[in-house]
């Protein structure tokens, strides 16, 4: 008999196209552990460019239809799928928690934060404004509206996967797109049920298509295909490159939302107390799995010896496993810790010292598991290599800086600009901190975190491309401006 969990979804989880399930042409399949303990969960439809076919075929079937619907109607349907998650959340935080390894309660509030976007966006039918402005000519009327693009292929990263779903498709179908996403491979069955809700509700077939399988064989066909009008990604800097250069070649837009290595400074008028948290939690909640964690910790001189002190006893403390007495979980695979093992290694050749963590967790508990001991390591150069690249997992660097310039700088020395914060009683240095530090998000005495629902979030330099999702400027992103004039003097003709 299965166990328990294992009836939330199937032993073999397909693709939905066009409203059905269908599993790839080939017949092949992957397996997808479950990080906390490296049993097979499920196997997953390996998908190529044939299904892909399929999936942009049925899209692009069904999006004259959806376009044509107002979209106050595409909202009310929207709503429908929001509604039947909320229905079905706990089921949903169950899926996340076994796919991640993450714990329920981290899971369903989660799914709690996907839901709100759900609903931000369903309402956005209300509000698909355009403009309307004063013409240069008499007896014209001016004015710009949103037109959908037409296919959105949407590719996403597996850390926080039913947010992730909910931050593509529901700003792409609101806008008149129909949809195809291409589930992160280890979290298929995220994916998998909310194609499913979607059915139940009655979305029009087509108009939500779920592709499962690896990102060179099912995400790259996706952005490769001439019928793909939009592409809005969300992964490592690394892929980001290779997908603007292939939808670069054929000029279609393109929305990047990468990585990050962001910076928490610690002044010496810091409630340190308060900042030490704010650490842990940037540093370690996920697993560190977070384009937004803070993982280069800049401290001020004078309270650094402390301050560390503070981190380190209370890293310590820390507990690791899947339930919702823990604090982190897992990382999402074998390869991925072993990688972060690597990099950790390197860094102690080179120098650095690490002050806490650093290893896999090998007790009988834990061995089967995918669990990196949270990281703290000091005496990093900031030029070393693990200074300047994300290893998305509980690793965090503390650095010693003499004063706020030095702290700026540092924070600023960086190949991304996703988000920064800073721990400060000082206004002026709170709000110096704001204007100048390089990033798309700025955070005063809390962590660095990611964005609500309705507010933009995206970074600077190799952290994106410039877009900003979610927000109303996820609109931007899927829509079409176009200008009408109108002459309102038949006599003028
Ligand atoms: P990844 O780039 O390896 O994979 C992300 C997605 O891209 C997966 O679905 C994968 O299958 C697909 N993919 C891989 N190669 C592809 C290719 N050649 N063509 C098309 N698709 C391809 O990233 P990951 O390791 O799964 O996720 C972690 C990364 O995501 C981190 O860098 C993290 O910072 C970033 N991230 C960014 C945000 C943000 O909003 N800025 C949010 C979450 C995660």
């Given at each position: 008999m299965l166990p328990i969990e294992q009836k939330l979804f199937p032993v073999e989880i397909p693709n939905w196209i066009s409203g059905e399930e269908r599993l790839a042409q080939s017949g092949d399949l992957f397996d997808k552990l479950?990080?906390?303990?490296?049993?097979?969960l499920s196997r997953v439809a390996r998908s190529r460019a044939e299904d892909v076919q399929q999936a942009v075929t049925a899209a692009r079937q069904a999006q004259p239809a959806w376009a044509d619907t107002p979209a106050v109607q595409r909202g009310m349907l929207l709503h429908k799928l929001v509604v039947g998650m909320q229905a079905r959340q706990e089921e949903i935080a169950r899926i996340v928690a076994l796919e991640t390894g993450k714990s329920y309660k981290d899971a369903h509030g989660e799914t709690g934060g996907a839901i709100a976007l759900g609903l931000f966006y369903a309402s956005e039918g209300q509000r698909l404004y355009g403009r309307t402005t004063t013409s240069g000519t008499a007896n014209k009327y001016a004015m710009t509206v949103r037109q959908p693009i037409g296919v959105a292929g949407l590719i996403i990263a597996a850390n926080t996967p039913i947010a992730n779903v909910a931050w593509k498709i529901f700003p792409a179908m609101i806008c008149g797109n129909t949809a195809i996403l291409k589930a992160a491979e280890d979290t298929p069955a995220t994916a998998w049920i909310v194609g499913q809700i979607a059915q139940e509700v009655g979305?029009?077939?087509?108009v939500l298509n779920i592709i499962q399988g690896y990102g060179e064989e099912a995400g790259a066909p996706l952005v490769e295909h001439?019928?793909?009008g939009v592409i809005s990604f969300t992964g490592s800097t690394e892929v980001g490159r290779l997908i603007q250069r292939a939808a670069g070649a054929r000029l279609a837009r393109v929305s990047l939302e990468l990585g990050g290595k962001n910076p928490l400074v610690v002044c010496d008028d810091a409630d340190l107390d308060n900042a030490a948290k704010w650490v842990l939690l940037s540093a370690f909640s996920n697993a560190g799995q977070?384009?937004?964690?803070?993982?280069r910790i800049i401290i001020f001189d004078s309270i650094y010896e402390k301050f560390r002190e503070m981190l380190v006893e209370r890293t310590k403390m820390l507990k690791l496993g899947p339930?919702?007495?823990?604090d982190l979980g897992p990382v999402i695979n074998e390869g991925q810790l072993n990688n972060m093992l690597a990099s950790v290694e390197q860094a102690q050749q080179q120098g650095?010292?690490?002050?806490?963590g650093g290893t896999r967790l090998t007790d009988p508990e834990h061995r089967a598991g995918f669990y990196m001991t949270p990281t703290l390591i000091e005496?990093?150069?900031?030029?070393?290599e693990i200074s300047a690249?994300?290893?998305?997992?509980?690793i965090a660097i503390l650095y010693r800086v003499k004063d706020f310039d030095e702290a700026l700088r540092l924070a600023n020395d960086s190949p991304y600009g996703l988000t920064a914060c800073i721990h400060t009683r000082s206004i002026h240095r709170a709000v110096r901190f704001c204007d100048k530090v390089q990033a798309g998000v700025a955070v005063v005495n809390a962590g660095t975190y990611g964005s609500e629902p309705h507010m933009p979030f995206g970074g600077l330099k190799q952290s994106g491309n410039g877009s900003r999702e979610p927000?109303?400027?996820a609109l931007d992103i899927y829509s079409e401006l176009k200008d009408i004039y109108i002459n309102i003097d038949p006599s003028q003709l």
């Open positions: 479950n990080p906390a303990n490296g049993q097979r979305l029009p077939p087509g001439p019928d793909v977070r384009c937004a964690s803070g993982s339930t919702d007495d823990d650095a010292t690490v002050l806490v005496n990093v150069d900031p030029q070393a690249c994300e290893l998305f997992g509980p927000g109303t400027e």
